[in-house]
């Protein structure tokens, strides 16, 4: 199976008018898809292009799109898929995340404990990743935790 990428490169206007395409190059720096100008248009913007209709790449595919002309690479980008991405265990990114982000969401959705008006969003080696203060309403079921 294969999957269809948006593709953009903004090359400048010192690139404008120019043959441009993109090649695939996996994390070994094999090439998966050799150099292309396939659907490969300059946009309204002085060198920037795109591939109209997206760029197919293979399932689980980690690596580069190279844009350059044929023979001479000008820039690249990551490809990462989705579900390389997913499979990470928070452990991997909880240490350097932002407060508010969506590390701590997730990782208030898997252990937060509420003590008095204090939500303590936990890592998972159980430490602190941060605090919050809560609302109360003493009407309101309380809720003391999520595990």
Known sequence: MAYTIAANAVLGAGKTGLTIGYRL???DGVEVLAFTITNVTETSIAGTYTVTGGVSVPDGFVG????GESGTDYAEA???DADHILKRG???VEDDADNDSLTELVLA???AAISGAT???????GSTFNTHTVTLDSEAVPIVGVD
């Open 25 to 27: 190059v996996d994390v």
């Open 64 to 67: 580069r799109i190279i844009w």
């Open 78 to 80: 990551t490809i990462q």
């Open 119 to 125: 939500l303590t969003v936990k890592k998972t080696d």
């Open 109 to 111: 959705a898997l252990n």
């Open 90 to 92: 928070m452990a991997h």
